[in-house]
């Protein structure tokens, strides 16, 4: 490696990584996806997905407290189980962090396609050419501010993170003051779908992948001031902070929402996803608020080029940390004189780029997104339970015996959620690495070791998949194990392995985590 990181981010700027990756496009679109799984009850899927977030939040809060490293969240399945499991989580978050800058990219193209509709195609659905095109352009301006060091990208995207709270705020006074229908709310039944249509707007509905950011603060580890102190922070508060806001703009979506203003049958919530551009832009059009819709347009542009900028900076440590681990070309590992690692920008931006052509459209982009982020929660509370005895003073989760289970059993069901057959399109994209680790990582000897400490973990995904696929309909799957016994199967099947997983360790820690202050216990 060439070149070293530099300490400049404090704990607002590492907390406007975390709430400024949380805080983009998603609470423009994702209302109205949700509550076409869910109906009025999508209120309520904001809140449990916030608190299910929260515990896995506490989690990798005390794994970048413990072990703060660039591109910390790749790493830790290394330190805990070794290479193939490291490499089969990195991967993932490498190729989710890829996908959520192109996500946001192609969010501001779609949004902005209200007043450039050139930008579409017809009907709104997806990008045009022109629109690609503008997306891929976003990519390179996002390329161009992380060139310019840690301290200025830090600095711009904080400013930027303060900017854009402001329309998502300025939305909640206007609804709450413009004396709100209840139309929606009561229109019909309020759960259409049941409590199986919240928990699938949690997974599928594209929630998870709004809150999704908390952990980006952990990959900025290696530039933070006070990584101890800071990082356990920042995920907490920009988690907290999303879970309050997210919440309130889920109710103003539903207390803004005009049927016949927007051309649809009352009640048909499903129908939601063919609005042509952010559903809170086009309530707001129907009312007749004319510059709250320019004032979103313009915040449609902004607060998803943060959100993607932060998401180009973490991805890049991230491919930066696979490199270092041996799992990518050790020239990734190089940084230039502004302590920026130029090479691991490039990779991002390239498959970014690749991400946009077969995913034009926030909408199916973010199926993706979801899907590739909640598979890579799961290894953080097994990782969490091994390591912490080896890990550094700093914060420590109360009570880890029984929130490490609880977190890995909330990880699980968030991949269930997904449904049938996504989850084994996410599976299948996590394993599709595994030719680059074979070519990089082929001697005999360590394969074997790394396949015993790694077999649980594919018995897990197995056991996740056969129960997607026998699960009840709700979920997609063949209704084998009804609604709600598949449930109750895969909060059992997730504690069981959680032991094994946890008994199935090969702690291999670097020697600078391993100082006179490690804790025994």
Known sequence: MTGSFRRELGLFQLTMFGFGAILGAGWLFA????????????????????????????????????????????????????????????????????????????????????????????????????????AFGLLALFFSLNMAGVRKVGGFLSGLTLLKMLVPITVLVFVLS??????????????????????????????????????????????????????????????????????MLGLAFLLTLNWGALGLPIGNWKALTLLRSSPFVDSAAAMGAVWLVAFMLLDSVYSPMGESG????????????????????????????????????????????????????????????????????????????VLRRFGQEGFRVPLYKALGPAAFAVASLLIYWFGWPYTLYVVGMAMLGLPVYLYFRHEVNELMSAAKSAGWYVAYLALMLFISFAGSSQFGGMNYIRFPMDQFSVVIAAIALYWVGVKSAAPNLPSRFLTTSYRVA
Not at 215 to 220: A, C, W
Not at 226 to 233: A, L
């Open 178 to 247: 413009a004396h709100p229908s209840t139309t929606a709310v009561f229109s019909g039944n309020f759960a259409p779908s049941g409590i199986a249509g919240v928990f699938m707007a949690v997974s599928a509905g594209g929630i998870i992948s709004t809150y999704s950011g908390f952990r980006q603060p952990i990959d900025m580890a290696a530039e933070a001031k006070n990584p101890r102190r800071d990082i356990p922070r920042a995920v907490i508060y920009s988690t907290l902070i999303s879970i309050v806001l997210y919440t």
């Open 310 to 385: 932060v998401y180009f900076t973490t991805s890049s440590r991230v491919s930066f940390a696979m490199a270092e681990q041996g799992y990518l070309p050790k020239a990734l590992c190089d940084l230039n004189d502004n302590g920026v690692p130029t090479k691991a920008l490039l990779l991002g931006l390239a498959l970014s780029a690749l991400f946009i052509i077969p995913f034009p459209s926030w909408y199916q982009m973010v199926e993706v997104a979801s899907g590739l982020t909640v598979i890579t929660y799961s290894m953080g509370p097994v990782s969490a339970a």
């Open 31 to 134: 209302p109205a996806k949700a509550a076409a799984l869910a109906g009025p009850a999508e209120v309520f899927a904001w809140v449990i997905a916030g608190l299910m977030l929260m515990t896995l939040a506490l989690v990798y809060a005390e794994l970048g407290s413990s072990f703060p490293t660039a591109g910390g969240v790749a790493k830790y399945s290394d330190y805990s189980h070794g290479p193939l499991l490291g490499f089969i989580t990195g991967w993932s978050i490498f190729l989710a962090g890829a996908s959520y800058s192109s996500l946001e990219a192609v969010a501001s193209a779609q949004a902005l396609s209200f007043l450039f509709p050139s930008l579409a195609r017809s009907g709104g659905s997806s990008l045009s050419p022109l629109g690609v095109l503008f």
